[in-house]
């Protein structure tokens, strides 16, 4: 058993981080999305620097955590070659980062801090917008599958009804 293993057994949420890196539209998804302050307003992700993946923001400055209750688009930000992702979804364009359009809300934030964690860099960034353009199921990452939790309360509702 290993960390991942038990980590695995823990459902977490899911937003699409975007930004422009070298005039280009960069994003990825994350399940370490959180918020860290009320006052000031701040938010946090994590990016492997393994991969490289902190380096657009760093470099930017800023980014947005698109909010989604889609799984096809949880797996283009998941799975898809890099440079291919924005070529499959539909954005707006902000000086913070691509908007998603299927996103049902999204927060906007300029980086405050980053800080190094072993594999990872802790990306905190102060938030400057917030939009929610409908109430929406959010998706979890749960046992290598994502799931909108409105599927996950029809599916408890069934077990229950059989004890």
Same mark, same amino acid.
């Given at each position: 058993m290993n960390l991942k293993d038990?980590? $695995?057994?823990?459902?977490? !949420?899911?937003?699409? *981080?975007?930004?422009?890196?070298?005039?280009e539209p960069v994003g990825m998804l994350v399940n370490t999305f959180n918020s860290v302050s009320l006052e000031p307003p701040l938010v946090m992700f994590m990016a492997d620097v393994r991969k490289g993946n902190e380096r657009p923001f760093k470099e930017s400055g800023t980014f947005v955590a698109n909010f989604i209750d889609n799984v096809e688009i949880a797996k283009i930000f998941a799975y898809e070659n890099v440079k291919q992702r924005f070529s499959k979804v539909k954005y707006l364009y902000d000086p913070y980062g691509p908007i998603l359009e299927d996103s049902y809300g999204y927060i906007k934030? /300029? &980086? $405050? %801090?980053?800080? $190094?964690? !072993?594999?990872?860099? &802790? *990306?905190? !960034? =102060?938030?400057?917008? &917030? /939009?929610?353009?409908k109430i929406s199921s959010s998706l979890v990452y749960y046992n290598r599958s994502f799931w909108r &939790?409105? =599927?996950? %309360? /029809? /599916?408890? =509702?069934?077990?229950? *009804?059989k004890y």
């Open positions: 038990i980590m $695995r057994t823990l459902p977490l !949420g899911v937003v699409v *981080i975007t930004t422009f890196w070298n005039s934030a /300029k &980086i $405050r %801090e980053i800080y $190094r964690a !072993g594999d990872h860099d &802790i *990306i905190v !960034g =102060e938030v400057s917008d &917030i /939009k929610m353009s &939790i409105d =599927e996950v %309360e /029809k /599916k408890m =509702e069934k077990e229950m *009804i």
